[in-house]
């Protein structure tokens, strides 16, 4: 190890770190820039802005779509019932969960 002035030089084999990666939101038109330290973990998870997860009615690759909050991915008008955020199958999926938790209870209590 090479010493000048009295300090002894420091050798680091660390790799340089990368840069924060920073995505766009995937909606056409949209400009918003995702980046870990100033958008929500979840909007930079999914790579969809704010505003566009929180909206109703979206046209994501030609359809009208909407974000669904369960599946994390743009889904069909269609699969939606009236304004909420959850598809018609996971919410499917989620009450019958919720009724087979219910039944095993009961079962305990007996």
Same mark, same amino acid.
């Given at each position: 190890?090479?010493?000048?002035? @009295?300090i002894p ?27 870990? @330290? ?23 690759? @030609? ?8 599946? @994390? ?32 209870k009961a079962?305990?209590?007996?």
């Open positions: 190890m090479p010493v000048s002035s @009295g030089e420091i050798v680091s084999d660390a790799r340089p770190r990368k840069p924060a990666a920073v995505f766009q939101c995937q909606v056409a038109g949209c400009n918003v820039e995702l980046c870990k @330290g100033s958008s929500k973990p979840y909007c930079v998870r999914y790579r969809v802005c704010q505003e566009h997860i929180n909206e109703t009615e979206v046209v994501f690759e @030609g359809i009208a779509s909407r974000f669904c909050q369960q599946c @994390g991915r743009f889904q069909a008008l269609a699969d939606f019932d009236g304004t909420k955020k959850s598809c018609r199958g996971r919410l499917q999926q989620h009450n019958l969960t919720r009724q087979q938790r219910r039944k095993q079962r305990q209590r007996l």
